[in-house]
């Protein structure tokens, strides 16, 4: 598995998950720069994704929904505040009505993704960044760090392909 470590800090409102990866940065950023890998991997494996929208520019807009074993769907949305390839994005992410429209009663968070070049490959970093305690432990409660685990899990096998 790619995931090293999973720390939920109720202090200053993060969730980091770090993973190590056996490619160097400029093809671990294509998992997030072609829409056809991150979809193979942002759901965790019983609720693919799917990406209808990406445009990956500062302050373009990526649409998707994952679809859960029993043909349900649940649709999430990003904004992206900055990208430095290869080696940083941050994006808003949030969830979405089946229109793609973000649902204000649900939080929004703020990530924060860092690749860094380590002997063996990639060290990436996501940092999500949230408003509150209580909007932190509502994402926690909804699975939010199994579900960026298993997600994650998935990685090296898109990296083995080349």
Do not use: C, N
């Amino acid at each position: 598995m790619t995931v090293v470590s999973t720390e939920k800090d109720t202090e200053a409102l993060t969730l980091t998950i770090v993973a190590e990866l056996a490619a160097p940065p400029e093809r671990a950023w294509q998992l997030f720069a072609d829409p056809r890998q991150l979809e193979r991997w942002w759901g965790p494996p019983t609720w693919p994704a799917t990406f209808y929208e990406h445009d990956f520019t500062v302050e373009g807009r990526a649409a998707y929904y994952m679809t859960g074993p029993d043909g349900e769907k649940a649709g999430g949305w990003w904004r992206f505040l900055g990208i430095d390839e290869p080696r940083s994005l941050s994006f808003e992410d949030g969830f979405a009505d089946t229109d793609g429209q973000p649902v204000d009663s649900m939080p929004t968070t703020r990530a924060r993704v860092e690749l860094q070049e380590i002997p063996t490959g990639t060290r990436m970093t996501i940092v999500s960044f949230f408003r509150s305690s209580a909007e932190l432990e509502q994402l926690a409660q909804m699975g939010m760090v199994e579900g960026m685990t298993a997600a994650m899990g998935q990685i090296d096998g898109i990296l083995a392909e080349g």
